[in-house]
Each structure stands twice: as structure tokens, then as C-alpha cells.
């Protein structure tokens, strides 16, 4: 069973930088994708970076790019999110999610598999 568990969520000043962990077990082949998500309360779910686990090839959403980094580490089976330059507006549930798959897409509807979540605020 495919199970997914978020960690490095806090509280930072803005500015600041939080490294988040997406750890990864129970998949049956290595081609499979890991996105990150986030939600806000009263807003919608928005993708943020993606990386496939087989090629490497990663994507992230405009609102991210140059501040945000996915990385995959193969030796812990772990996909990480390096987060720069914080903003307030970047307080939100942040999530990873997972599907099988050669190209990852930052669109939440592709994704079947869900952790629980891990908090992130920035504040001002």
C-alpha cells in the first residue's frame, strides 16, 4: 500500500526558508510522480512542483518558479521542497500527492494518492 507522509512544516518570518519532506513507500515501480499542493482556507487547491521519480523531469507553477526547488533523494526515497523568499501568501496546507506515471503533471486531478498535510505560515 502506496503511503505518503508530509514533514518540515512551521512557522517562518517572511523571507524566511522551510525545507519540506515528502516521504514515499509501498510503490510497486519506480515510474511513478510526486506533485506538491497546497490549500489555503477559502481558496482553492494549487499545484506547485512536480517531479517524476524515473527521469528526474520536474515542473513547477509560475507563483513558484525561482523561489521553490523539488529535489529527489532515491537513498531515502524522499522528494523535498525547498521554499525561499516566503511570503505571507504562501501560508497554506501544503501537500504530496502521488501517480504512476512517466510525466508529471502539477494538476491535482491526475493525482490518486494523498498525504495528510503539513502546515506552513508565514508570517509578516
Known amino acids: 500500500q502506496v503511503q505518503l507522509v508530509e514533514s518540515g512544516g512551521g512557522l517562518v518570518q517572511a523571507g524566511g526558508s522551510l525545507n519540506l519532506s515528502c516521504a514515499a513507500s509501498?510503490?510497486?515501480?519506480?515510474?511513478?510522480?510526486i506533485g506538491w499542493f497546497r490549500q489555503a482556507p477559502g481558496r482553492e487547491r494549487e499545484g506547485i512542483s512536480c517531479?517524476?521519480?524515473?527521469?528526474?523531469?520536474?515542473r513547477y507553477a509560475d507563483s513558484v518558479k525561482g523561489r521553490f526547488a523539488i529535489s529527489s533523494d532515491s537513498t531515502r526515497n524522499t522528494v523535498l521542497l525547498l521554499m525561499n523568499n516566503l511570503t505571507p501568501e504562501d501560508t497554506a496546507t501544503y501537500y504530496c500527492?502521488?501517480?504512476?506515471?512517466?510525466?508529471?503533471?502539477?494538476?491535482?486531478?491526475?493525482?490518486?494518492?494523498w498525504g495528510r498535510g503539513t502546515q506552513v505560515t508565514v508570517s509578516s
Open positions: 509501498g510503490f510497486v515501480s519506480g515510474r511513478y510522480n
Open positions: 500527492a502521488a501517480y504512476y506515471g512517466m510525466s508529471c503533471l502539477v494538476d491535482f486531478r491526475q493525482y490518486g494518492i
Open positions: 517531479i517524476n521519480r524515473y527521469s528526474g523531469t520536474t
